[in-house]
């Protein structure tokens, strides 16, 4: 017999089997499968989580080689150094203070060789000098009474801590002496104050700057001759990037304005978009830029690139192109707007604005060569000749348009009324201003992108006579060797921003 | 008698005194005035350098009295943490590891309340959890053959290294736990290869562990209870100045480009200047609010704000700040361009074009208030109507341009003969489309820059939405309360800028 209780609010089923027991039913569907459910779900839910992690870790990876090699030279520093513990005579030849070796090389080493030179050299630096001045303070204190020891000692730690941190504020030392300042207060406080308990403080003090250079020395070495990753380069390569993206950005841009076939396939779409958004890139670029060019300026002589490579004009050209880039995030606006020229005015002046905009993002992919290449453009006078040209062609086009008009209006004049026929083919169209605004807009916005590709023109030629970049003569042998390896660049690059 | 004597090259002079020695005549303003002069020249252009850098330095710490008070702060901290070297029973509980509580407060003491504890609770963490696992790796060695123990220690801190480093590449890692993840390679690398000489590794690393704690816990206190600098309120505070700078930078372009008399003097243009250059403050704070929005989120309770206060919505509005900046951009560079439209157009428009900046430029405003307030604007609605209002004023000065200009020829006719007089008056005046592509382009960016505005107005209601704030009724009483210390600061970051 089956027979259903209510036992305290739930329902429950029990058989009486015929031995006389009653045995409850379990409901396999209730709350222990639930629970069960809800903690597979949990489990999912977190491994899905850590699977897309790994998955986002291994396409950045995959996208970025040089990223992998420098967490291997991590490793390979760290594991080198540790040497110092493993082995008895090393170990006792740094008296027992391998640990700041270790330390130095996790805080030194980053990812080019400019950061680490920089870190290095303002930690040696910073310990140096914060050493020394941390002995005398010392010295000073331990003249006089015991008693005022601690005062005289915890006075001149506030103040020059105090001092320091003060400098770290003031934009010229927070550029380039920020760590050193951080290294120079933390040795003088470690170095005055344990003053007071360790004895043999010159010992300390000189094991710490030894311990210190091998750590050092090992960074450097690694970073240096391992697959080196040079701050200067990459700057070097994201300006040809992004004098690229904005050549990009500019024709998609115009064209996209101008096109008339809707009928484009969903991907095309996709990769216009992509090619558009390039300006972005360059609109948020200006930290790394600073970041680099200020690491690149602690570098040796390294490829093509001068001890003295003029590594601030860089900065320069970024400015320029952000200058340019903010017009072309205005035009892409207008793309965008509702409110849109009238059809036949923007397919008159189609083809002058298209041509324009080629021209224009040819100056911009030779500026890019010129990078590319290290050598100056022999034809760059021409091309910024043709630009203006093209800019002069759009003018006329612009002053000639009410005659065309004049002489385009049958067409429209069809749709009239057959009586006031023939007085519009007399009479000049009266377009209403509304109507040419966008359009005009458009016209004008590509006019100052020339103006404005003019001043990255500027900039970088002004960056060719700096850094002394020769003449164009034997530019087909360099352009054979270098664009293989910066086109796989580039793709890592695009692959990279998907991620 | 006095004879020239040409001795190695050089001109000599002596003279034959009566006795009949010769004294030579040493030239008073020759090498060693030249000398004593270059060195002074040094002493006194190190000493104006110095000087400069002091000044600089003093400037800074007027107009940003707050980081004055963080370098005082830092330094108490620092003077605390050292009692535990001068008191015996301090430095005893401690083991003698005091040293490591001094590393903790330097290295962890930030700015603002956020980084602070964003660096403590990423130093204890990864701390602990290197700490755990070094142990771990160590007894895993140790259960082994002495041989092989470096080399599996070695193998784990490579391996563990590489990975950790990885993960710092990867940006949601990079913005919350970059300083955690060093903390771990470094705490894990000391811990299990220093494991190989130290005999109590368990007490070394609870030791580390309470060291930093004691450190930790300063820093924390102090930022906190001590004249605390919120990374929150400051990302507050950077967003309304922004807000401001944006109105005052486009009525400032409006007026300039509309502005007829010539005779304004150097001071006011002066001023004008450094009003119109507001938006580029606003281009360049994206690093500045990510970093500030980013420690915000560490932050509690505080102020005004809530522990889950929308932080991230800051970004958006930063965002939207941006978009329409770029904009006001590219309207300034109209004003410095060689083409202008002819005055008497612009003339007909300047009152429109004048009205709508002012309209746009309180809209900002009104959003600043709403913000600085964190209540509800009541009229926000009001005053977005009224600016579209002003936007189709426009369009209907534009559209009425043919008629208007028909009915002002007159004034036009007189230049011209009397016979075609009539005529003038009758036909409508063609404009070159050449002359009217300047102020057209004005106009239209003057319409982009209003639906643009429109993106900060929503941005800011979602903030309102997200953070709950509460509807506008005794806005008077806040206002009388808050403008006093905001306009102060006003004027401080007016001052820095100007340092």
Chains 1, 2 share one sequence.
């Not at 017999?1 to 045995?23: H, I």
């Not at 209730?30 to 779900?41: E, F, P, S, T």
């Not at 400019?114 to 000073?140: D, E, M, P, Q, Y």
Request: net charge neutral.
């Amino acid at each position: 017999m089956v027979a259903g209780k209510d036992m305290s609010g739930q329902l429950e089923w029990s058989v009486n089997v015929p031995n006389g027991r009653s045995e409850i039913l379990v409901p396999e569907s209730g709350a222990v499968n639930r629970v069960c459910l809800g903690i597979k779900g949990l489990v999912v839910g977190f491994v899905l989580k850590i699977w897309r992690f790994l998955e986002k870790a291994w396409n950045l990876g995959v996208s970025e080689p040089k990223k992998v090699i420098h967490c291997v030279k991590v490793g390979m520093a760290l594991s080198i150094v540790s040497l110092f513990y493993y082995m008895r005579p090393l170990y006792e030849g740094v008296g027992g203070n391998a640990m700041w070796a270790v330390m130095t090389v996790v805080v030194v080493f980053e990812y080019t060789v400019g950061a680490t030179l920089c870190k290095c050299i303002n930690r040696a630096t910073g310990t140096f000098l914060a050493g020394s001045l941390g002995i005398g303070v010392h010295w000073v204190a331990s003249q006089s009474d015991e008693k005022i020891q601690p005062v005289i000692l915890g006075i001149s730690v506030f103040l020059l801590a105090s001092a320091a941190t003060f400098s770290r504020f003031i934009p010229s030392v927070k550029a380039r002496f920020d760590y050193g300042a951080m290294i120079f207060i933390l040795t003088f406080s470690l170095v005055s104050v344990s003053g007071y308990r360790v004895d043999k403080l010159f010992d300390y003090a000189h094991q710490r700057l030894s311990t210190i250079a091998i750590g050092t020395s090992i960074c450097i070495i690694i970073s240096m001759l391992l697959c080196p990753i040079w701050a200067g380069d990459e700057l070097h390569r994201l300006t040809i990037r992004n004098l690229k993206k904005l050549a990009d950005s500019l024709d998609g841009c115009v064209t996209e304005y101008f096109k008339e076939d809707e009928t484009e396939s969903i991907n095309e779409k996709d990769t216009n978009n992509n090619n558009l958004q390039g300006y972005k890139c360059v609109l948020n670029s200006k930290a790394t830029e600073e970041s680099m060019a200020n690491f690149a300026r602690w570098e040796p002589a390294h490829g093509h690139f001068n001890f003295r490579h003029p590594w601030k004009q860089y900065l320069k050209i970024g400015a320029a192109m952000r200058n340019c880039a903010c017009c072309i995030e205005t035009l892409n606006g207008r793309i965008n707007s509702e409110i849109q020229a009238p059809e036949f005015l923007k397919r008159h002046l189609s083809d002058v604005c298209k041509r324009l905009s080629s021209h224009s993002s040819i100056v911009l992919e030779e500026m890019a060569t010129t990078m590319k290449t290290m050598r100056k453009s022999s034809k760059i006078d021409l091309l910024v000749g043709e630009m203006n040209f093209a800019v002069e062609d759009l003018q006329n086009a612009l002053e000639s348009l009410p005659k065309q008009l004049m002489i385009s209006s049958p067409l429209l004049a069809i749709e009239a009324s057959n009586d006031a026929k023939e007085e519009l083919i007399m009479k000049p169209i009266l377009i209403p201003l509304m109507d040419i605004l966008p359009l005009a807009t458009v016209v004008t916005l590509l006019i100052e992108i020339t103006v404005r590709i003019e001043g990255i023109v500027d900039a970088v030629e002004e960056l060719a006579d700096q850094a002394e970049f020769k003449p164009q003569s034997d530019q087909k042998k360099s352009k054979q060797n270098q664009p293989a390896t910066d086109d796989h660049d580039d793709e890592t690059v695009k692959t990279l921003q998907k991620v």
